[in-house]
């Protein structure tokens, strides 16, 4: 509805961007700010920001968008990584085009839930494969442990 709306009422102080941004972004200046304790334990602080991160909710992932789980292993340590793939495209995983993706959240927040979404319409805007790689959260891995 936000891109119908932009599609008919653009903005003229901006007008290279499509409807689909400005609706995009729209939702985006909606989205809630967390009201927090910042007298409360690190633990509490950081639960209640990840209980009001709505990325994933926000950006939902498009039901035709593909993704596939690989675990790697090295030096005694496994890390999670994701291919995310737009099926429009003719593309395999092992093409030559890569978009290696490390998700925000100061290593506070995010995941692939969170994130897979935003992904997807990458890998369908810029034609490419997304990795995106899990990589392990503070407070309860310290850093560098992350």
């Known amino acids: 509805m936000l891109s119908l709306k932009y599609s008919f009422l653009p903005d003229q102080s901006r007008s290279t961007l499509s409807a689909a941004y400005q609706a995009f972004e ?18 509490t602080v950081i639960k209640d920001l990840r209980s009001v991160f709505t990325m994933g909710t926000t950006v939902p992932k498009p039901s035709q968008c593909q ?24 593309s395999q995983i092992n ?6 993706y490390f998700h925000g959240g100061g290593y506070m927040l995010g995941d692939i839930y969170s ?17 995106h790689l899990e990589y392990r959260l503070c407070p309860e891995h310290p850093l560098p442990a992350s």
Do not use: Q
């Open 67 to 90: 993704i596939k789980k690989e675990i790697f292993d090295h030096d005694g340590h496994s890390v999670e990584i994701y291919w995310i793939n737009y099926p429009r495209r003719k």
């Open 26 to 43: 729209e939702i985006m200046r909606k989205v809630p700010l967390a009201e927090l304790d910042l007298n409360a334990d690190i633990f």
């Open 115 to 131: 994130y897979s979404g935003f992904e997807c319409h990458l890998s369908c805007l810029f034609n490419v494969t997304i990795l």
């Open 95 to 100: 093409s030559d085009i890569l978009l290696l």
